[in-house]
């Protein structure tokens, strides 16, 4: 057994995950590779061949690189736990009129604690990836999530939903390099082919990127029971009609097919009336918000008006607000400046710092000034 303890490492075959097994297999831990397989695409009906975390070659590629240097990898079948959870909300959510954002619920519900759960059985002290962010101890005793060095490539807004009990036992190496000097380990290591390797930025069950499609596959009968609705402005007027109110996301501007002249972009979107709502950029912008299912992660309670950078979408950069604690795990965000483009059921990530506080899915938005 290692000093440094057992870790389990999840091996997508990708860059960023071969190096932290190699890293932390140079440190010292005893490492244990482990791949898993969330999603087979070629059975959803999509036109695209499978692609990152369930790309055959993918697996070779970390096995490969588990016994070059030494250490043990296997591969676990999660595709039960995944489509029966994520997908099938991603799904939901849409139908609902929100915008979901797979990937936190994937990380939050599903692979860290399929990891734990592996971890476990194999007799491992840690579990690892590689994402860009970074886990310390704070002062009062809670596990802290904090952003990446490289901001370009910072993952902590995705990572929000992970409790203590997971943080405590994550180990996130990559957080204090530059994604250029991870790059430079890989052809250190000898894998010039892995540093040249591209990324994939697209929702792994949607590897087509054609999210619409998607839902159409899943959902039978999907376009007779929504074709045809109207847009509307924000009076109610009827501006035309639309294809249906899940194929249209808050803040949408392109796509459309509506010609008002003048841009337009999607403002509210009402299932119960297949009704989609059109306005001007300055309708986006809301100055408050509500955001539920919270996740308390540098304290165990949110303050009366303790302040934060909220961001509401991955690459957001974020705005000055005050947040009030609300009843059923609820907080009132009230922006210093409205934010634009407020999404139902996309997240909601507050920093203090480099550090994140909380986060938490947007129930919805408002403007009062």
Same mark, same amino acid.
């Given at each position: 057994?290692?000093?440094?303890?057992? &870790?389990?490492?999840?091996?997508?075959?990708?860059?960023?995950?071969?190096?932290?097994?190699?890293?932390?297999?140079? =440190?010292?831990?005893?490492? +244990?590779?482990?791949?898993?397989?969330?999603?087979?695409? %070629?059975?959803?009906?999509?036109? #695209?061949?499978?692609?990152?975390?369930?790309?055959?070659?993918?697996?070779?590629?970390?096995?490969?690189?588990?016994?070059?240097?030494? *250490?043990?990898?296997?591969?676990? $079948?999660?595709?039960?736990?995944?489509?029966?959870? &994520?997908?099938?909300?991603?799904?939901?959510?849409?139908?609902?009129?929100?915008?979901?954002?797979?990937? +936190?619920?994937?990380? %939050?519900?599903?692979?860290?604690?399929?990891?734990?759960?592996?971890?476990?059985?194999?007799?491992?002290?840690?579990?690892?990836?590689?994402?860009?962010?970074?886990?310390?101890?704070? $002062?009062?005793?809670?596990?802290?999530?904090?952003?990446?060095?490289?901001?370009?490539?910072?993952?902590?807004?995705? !990572?929000?939903?992970?409790?203590?009990?997971?943080?405590?036992?994550?180990?996130?190496? !990559?957080?204090?390099?530059?994604?250029?000097?991870?790059?430079?380990?890989?052809?250190?290591?000898?894998?010039?082919?892995?540093?040249?390797?591209?990324?994939?930025?697209?929702?792994?069950?949607?590897?087509?990127?054609?999210?619409?499609?998607?839902? #159409?596959?899943?959902?039978?009968?999907?376009?007779?029971?929504?074709?045809?609705?109207?847009?509307?402005?924000?009076?109610?007027?009827?501006?035309?009609?639309?294809?249906?109110?899940? *194929?249209?996301?808050?803040?949408?501007?392109?796509?459309?097919?509506?010609?008002?002249?003048?841009? &337009?972009?999607?403002?509210?979107?009402? @299932?119960?009336?297949?009704?989609?709502?059109?306005?001007?950029?300055?309708?986006?912008?809301?100055?408050?918000?509500? &955001?539920? #299912?919270?996740?308390?992660? #540098?304290?165990?309670?949110?303050? @009366?008006?303790?302040?934060?950078?909220?961001?509401?979408?991955?690459?957001?950069?974020?705005?000055?607000?005050? !947040?009030?604690?609300?009843?059923?795990? %609820?907080?009132? +965000?009230?922006?210093?400046?409205?934010?634009?483009?407020?999404? @139902?059921? =996309?997240?909601?990530?507050?920093?203090?710092?480099?550090?994140?506080?909380?986060?938490?899915?947007?129930?919805?938005?408002?403007?009062?000034?």
């Amino acid at each position: 057994m290692s000093r440094k303890g057992k &870790v389990l490492v999840a091996m997508s075959g990708g860059i960023d995950s071969t190096v932290t097994a190699l890293m932390l297999n140079d =440190q010292g831990y005893e490492v +244990v590779g482990i791949t898993m397989k969330t999603w087979d695409y %070629t059975g959803s009906g999509g036109g #695209k061949k499978e692609t990152g975390c369930c790309n055959v070659d993918s697996f070779n590629d970390a096995r490969q690189a588990a016994v070059e240097h030494g *250490f043990a990898h296997y591969i676990f $079948d999660i595709r039960e736990e995944f489509g029966g959870f &994520v997908v099938e909300n991603f799904v939901d959510e849409y139908m609902a009129g929100r915008t979901p954002n797979p990937c +936190v619920l994937c990380n %939050t519900h599903i692979k860290w604690r399929a990891l734990l759960k592996r971890a476990d059985a194999l007799g491992c002290d840690f579990i690892a990836t590689g994402h860009y962010a970074k886990i310390r101890q704070h $002062d009062n005793g809670r596990f802290v999530i904090s952003k990446a060095v490289d901001d370009t490539k910072d993952q902590s807004y995705v !990572l929000w939903g992970l409790q203590q009990d997971l943080l405590s036992r994550t180990l996130l190496p !990559l957080g204090p390099y530059q994604k250029t000097e991870i790059r430079q380990m890989a052809l250190d290591y000898g894998y010039p082919e892995l540093a040249k390797k591209s990324e994939s930025y697209e929702i792994c069950f949607v590897p087509d990127n054609d999210y619409r499609g998607f839902l #159409k596959r899943r959902v039978d009968g999907l376009e007779d029971r929504v074709n045809g609705g109207n847009f509307v402005d924000k009076t109610g007027k009827i501006l035309g009609q639309h294809k249906g109110y899940p *194929f249209y996301t808050i803040g949408q501007r392109k796509g459309l097919d509506i010609a008002l002249g003048r841009p &337009v972009f999607v403002t509210r979107i009402d @299932p119960d009336t297949n009704t989609v709502v059109l306005g001007d950029e300055a309708d986006l912008e809301q100055d408050e918000m509500t &955001v539920g #299912k919270l996740n308390l992660i #540098k304290y165990d309670t949110i303050t @009366p008006g303790m302040e934060a950078v909220t961001k509401i979408r991955y690459k957001d950069k974020g705005g000055l607000s005050n !947040l009030y604690p609300g009843e059923n795990n %609820t907080v009132n +965000v009230r922006f210093y400046e409205a934010a634009k483009g407020i999404a @139902p059921g =996309q997240s909601a990530v507050f920093y203090e710092g480099d550090d994140v506080i909380a986060g938490g899915h947007i129930h919805a938005g408002r403007r009062t000034i």
